[in-house]
């Protein structure tokens, strides 16, 4: 099956929507945000005031694609 990946605005709710449609569709859920902050070893907020936003950008979409 293909991934599926929730975008939008922080608060927006993609955490909460996206545990009910993985539980529904019997998948298993991965948060982004946690992957990355495993990836860089911080958290994104530091990754993106040291590295600038468009690196975080580009590890965002390199984690998802």
């Known amino acids: 099956m293909t991934p599926i990946a ?3 605005l922080p608060g927006s709710g993609k ?3 996206g545990k009910l449609l993985a539980r529904r569709l ?3 859920f991965v948060d ?4 990355i902050e495993e ?3 911080c958290p994104i907020r530091a ?3 040291q590295q600038g936003e468009q690196a ?3 590890l965002e ?3 998802l694609c």
């Open 39 to 41: 990836r860089v070893g």
């Open 61 to 63: 979409e390199a984690t």
């Open 15 to 17: 955490t909460t929507v």
């Open 47 to 49: 990754y993106w005031e």
């Open 26 to 28: 019997g998948l298993d």
């Open 56 to 58: 975080f950008r580009d």
């Open 32 to 35: 982004s945000d946690h992957v």
């Open 6 to 8: 929730l975008v939008g």
